[in-house]
Each structure stands twice: as C-alpha cells, then as structure tokens.
C-alpha cells in the first residue's frame, strides 16, 4: 500500500512539474513573439528546397473545400495566415505546445465553397472549413500546435476527445509534413516526415 502511494505522490508531483514549466513563445524571422490575429506567412526552413509558402487550391477532384498546399514556386510566400488561441484565458503572445487554430486571412477565398479558411484534418490531409475553437463530428479537428524541431519549427495536429478543447487530454499528436503528388503539387498531411517551417511578419 505504501509503494502505491509514493507512486500516487511521485504522479502528481511529476504532473505539477510539468505544468508550471514556462512555455517559450514562438518568435518569427525578426525574432519578435508571434501574437494571435497577426498575420503571417508559413514558410519552407530550407530555402530554395521544393516549394515556397502556403496557399490554398482545390484538391486533386477539383472539388470543395480547399486544400492546403506549399506553392510550388520557391520563390512564393504563398497567402497570409493567422493563428487564433483556443483558450481565452492564454497570454497575448503564442506559445510552443499551446492550442490554437490556424485560418488564412484571404477573405476572397471564403467565397469560393463557401466555407472558412479555418484548417482542419480530413482523411489525414490539411483542408479548411474548420470550426474556430470548436469541434465537428465529435472531436475536434482544427486543434493544432507549434513546436520547436531542431532550428526552427514545426507544426502539430493535436485533437482532443469528444466534445473537449483544451480541458480534456490530448489524443495522438501528428506531425504536419508534405505529400507529394504525381502532377508536381505538394498536399499538406498528418504523420508525414516533418516539414521544417519559418513564420514571417506579413
């Protein structure tokens, strides 16, 4: 009964270690701390390596909604993005580890399916017509994160269980990487090889 306790006493310690660990904010080229409603662009570390920044196309059916894509082009910056807190009580800065949304600011866009920009994953690719801070079909799926990966960063799918945000615990996290398709394009997915990226000041 005593091992059982230490156990209990050392978890719980273990837990509000963890917790109090000062998260460190995600800074951009300018080494300034990325803020929420800010735009910025997503782009390649490795420059000159395949493609440029991120843009929105149909996907491989030329159906809705729009796919996200790294433009083809290494010299594009591709479009604006924002990232938004999901919890309301976070700081004015984002943090490594913390949940957050991530939309494109291109209004014209919207228009096009007439869905949100808002990112989301569907069968294992990064789409839009995601729900800001919510969830859809009972988990939710536009729960992204931004960690650091070796000199730069990189970004995470983190969903939570069924009708939780930031209060339940985290499912399997996946690295966002590329999937690269037979006509030259480059699909954003989830559990590919890590796509090492940069954010810069709109």
Known sequence: MKIISRILLLSCLLFFALFQVKAEPVLDTNKQE???????????ATTGANGGGLTLAKGENGSCPLDVFQAQNVQSKGLPLKFLMVNSSSGLVIDENEDINIKFA????VS????TTVWKIEDGFVTTGGIKGGSENGTATSLFT???????????YCPRATGCSFICPRLLCGYIGIAPANNGSRRLAVNRPVFKILFQKA
């Open 106 to 109: 291109a209004p014209r866009y």
């Open 34 to 44: 990325v803020r929420p409603g800010y735009s910025y662009y997503i782009l390649p």
């Open 146 to 156: 931004i960690q650091k990966y070796e000199d730069a960063y990189a970004l995470q």
């Open 112 to 115: 096009i399916c007439n869905k």
